[in-house]
């Protein structure tokens, strides 16, 4: 049986992504302790902190930091969210809940009008939240993602 160049290209392309080949990083294992999980999330949120240090050094519209604050904030959070909890452990899913909470509270606040009802209402909740987030993540041992 002869084969065309075309279905063998096609079928090793198949197999290339199937097998997850290029990507260039490999997966890690699931954690199955609290440790585990703070050994995979730390990292996340150290950068996520160097990030926001370096925008508030390059600070120069309030606004405009806050916003790109909440995108940087947003896409840690997407990649906290891809770290799956230990087994049975509901704490890491809590406390994503209040960073998610947090960082949509900051995006109301934005966008409502200065000193309104409503960018005083979500400063409030952004405050709850934050604290919220915080304890969790330092009670849980989580270092520097208790600053964020």
């Not at 260039?24 to 999330?41: D, E, F, N, R, S």
């Not at 009008?113 to 849980?140: D, G, H, L, M």
Request: hydrophobic fraction near 45%; glycine fraction near 6%.
């Amino acid at each position: 049986m002869k084969v065309s160049r075309g279905a063998c290209a096609l079928a090793l392309a198949a197999a290339l992504l199937a097998a997850g080949c290029g990507s260039g990083k490999k997966k890690p294992a699931a954690p199955k302790t609290k440790a585990q999980y703070a050994a995979l999330v730390v990292p996340i949120c150290q950068d996520l902190h160097v990030k926001l240090e370096t925008l508030s050094v390059h600070l120069t519209d309030l606004e405009t930091a806050i916003r790109e604050a909440v995108h940087l904030a947003e896409a840690t959070n997407a990649k906290l969210r891809t770290i799956p909890a230990p087994p049975g452990d509901p704490v890491p899913g809590e406390w994503l809940h209040w960073r998610e909470l947090m960082t949509s509270y900051v995006k109301q606040e934005v966008e409502a009008a200065p000193y309104s009802k409503t960018r005083k209402a979500a400063s409030a909740a952004e405050n709850n939240a934050k604290n919220k987030a915080r304890s969790i993540a330092r009670n849980y041992g989580l270092g520097v993602c208790a600053q964020l």
